[in-house]
């Protein structure tokens, strides 16, 4: 029988892929795997067992509507750690809480206004 085993979105990336690669890698503790070129318009990049591909597109509109669910384990040493790297990332009506579907969310926006929200049953 088939079964879907995992996703590997494409994010908006902006103008500035390297920009953007530079972002995750400080501020949210990824890794760059791999990248197209010298200056990139697309790159891989990974942390734990999540792959994004980070894709060049300067449609601001893009971004603002891209939207990421992320489950974690340990959410709350999660929420430390970015707070500790950039306190600004959260989002203001993100901050660490357990929702009323039960899952315990805080949500941020990348340097192109992805919206990420990490969350843990």
Request: proline share 5%; charged share 30%; glycine share 4%.
């Amino acid at each position: 029988m088939a079964r879907l085993r995992k996703i590997c979105p494409f994010i908006p990336a902006g103008d500035d892929v390297a920009k953007t690669i530079a972002f995750y890698e400080q501020k949210l503790g990824f890794k760059r795997q791999w990248q197209d070129s010298e200056t990139p318009e697309l790159a891989l990049i990974t942390r734990d067992d999540i792959e994004l591909f980070l894709q060049k597109n300067p449609d601001p509109e893009c971004a603002e509507w891209t939207t990421l669910r992320v489950e974690v384990q340990d959410i709350a040493d999660l929420y430390r750690e970015i707070v500790e790297r950039d306190r600004t990332l959260i989002h203001p009506n993100g901050r660490l809480e357990k929702k009323s579907w039960g899952s315990t969310d805080f949500t941020i926006l990348d340097c192109n206004d992805v919206c990420i929200t990490f969350y843990e049953f």
